[in-house]
């Protein structure tokens, strides 16, 4: 491990401009945080450790410890009563069973909360809360989960699981980078559990690198695609896998913003849903989170050769985050009202290029959203791990 830390520390040495961080102008983020969640202290502070192991899924063929998920646009057949599952793009079925994911989203919404609280105020109450939570989900080993997702989205009477089921780890990218606070700055108690937390992240990121569902996910050519890269980017990170750090920046260049933006910024497999406005804020977001993690401001601006950025891609959204009613195309079928919410992408953008309207925009809008939907949509909720 030590080893791997000092190849990324030779790699972010190698290129200090490509990992600069932009000041921001004018915002005090850590004001503006301090503001949202001290008002959250108690509720985040009462919430107990909750895996999957405490939570029952029927029709999983994985042990109590495997992590069980089903497609959200997959419905009982009217024609076929008991058979296969078909699929309603962007109709989600409430009768899908969700208790993994679910408690997966809270642990994704928990840790990172208690962590910024901690940066913020330096107070151990934080830091032992969120490592009880780190702790059950990583380290016990009769609590934890197994570091790998064979049995996400599967679909009733066709499969039980899916390469596309990845995408619900995206909910502790945060997770991770709040292992990274705690390991940079000495969180009180950390060291005892540090090596487990690490070791379920290095085993996982084995999993998501080298397994046929994580090979798959990785050339998903939509949003799904981004997906595999922020976590695999976020993940590396924390274990000082400078090797794959770097693979993700030139897969990030080469590969996802050349197929996914168009020249003038728009993101036509996004913009081609049922759900159009949220799929194109939810890649945009997993899009700039991933710049700015590989490479700050400067892969958040870069450009292909033919124009085509992530910036230009903030640049098209943000006049419809401004004013919804100007949107050119249909509305989602679902969620219209949900969003948009304080999209990251605005604040990476904003950060990286300069701009103060994007900024202000970010501060006007609403930072803790309560529909599970949307919530599920907005995966990069604590700028202070980020920033």
């Known amino acids: ?41 108690e509720t985040l502070l009462a919430t107990e450790p909750r895996t999957i192991a405490a939570i029952p899924a029927p029709r999983s063929p994985g042990g109590r410890q495997d992590y069980y998920s089903e497609g959200d646009y997959w ?27 679910d408690a ?29 939570h780190l ?20 679909i009733i009477g066709v499969n039980s699981g899916r390469a596309i089921g990845v995408i619900d780890t995206l909910q502790i990218v945060e997770v991770a980078r709040a292992a990274a606070l705690f390991g940079r700055k000495d969180a009180p108690g950390y060291a005892a559990i540090r090596a487990g937390v690490e070791r379920w992240f290095a085993d996982y990121l084995d999993w998501l690198t080298a397994s046929p569902f994580g090979i798959e996910e990785r050339d998903e050519k939509n949003n799904h695609g981004t997906c595999w890269l922020l976590q695999t980017a976020s993940f590396a990170a924390l274990i000082g896998r400078a090797d794959i750090l770097a693979d993700a920046r030139t897969r990030l260049q080469t590969i996802i913003v050349p197929t996914q933006i168009a ?31 590989l490479g700050g401001g400067d892969l958040v601006g870069w450009q292909t050769a033919d124009g085509r950025s992530i910036a230009g891609a903030i640049a098209w959204m943000a006049p419809y985050i401004a004013n919804k009613a100007a949107w050119p ?33 970010w501060q006007r809008l609403d930072p803790d959203p309560v529909s599970g939907e949307v919530v599920r949509n907005f995966p990069v909720r604590q700028p202070l791990l980020w920033i």
């Open 75 to 101: 419905w009982p057949d009217p024609a076929n009563p008991g058979g296969a599952y078909i699929r309603r793009d962007g109709r989600s079925n409430p009768d899908k069973f969700d208790g993994h994911r």
């Open 135 to 154: 702790h059950a989900w990583f380290v016990d080993p009769g609590t934890r989960m197994n570091p790998n997702l064979d049995h996400a989205q599967a």
């Open 1 to 41: 491990m030590i080893a791997r830390r000092t190849l990324l520390l030779a790699a972010l040495l190698a290129a200090p401009a490509a990992w600069a961080r932009p000041q921001p102008i004018g915002l005090d983020i850590r004001a503006i945080e301090r503001r949202r969640l001290m008002p959250q202290t």
């Open 263 to 293: 020249a003038d910024g728009r993101q036509p497999l996004e913009l081609a849903r049922t759900k159009p406005f949220a799929y194109s804020l939810f890649n945009l977001d997993v899009l700039a989170a991933s710049a700015w993690l």
């Open 329 to 361: 195309l249909p509305p989602d079928v679902e969620y219209w009202e949900g969003f948009p919410v304080r999209q990251p992408s605005l604040l990476f953008g904003g950060m990286a290029e300069r701009r103060g309207d994007w900024l202000a925009l």
């Open 104 to 132: 997966l989203i809270a642990f994704g919404r928990t840790v990172p909360a208690l962590a910024a609280l901690w940066d913020l105020t330096g107070e151990t109450r934080f830091a032992d809360a969120a490592i009880r």
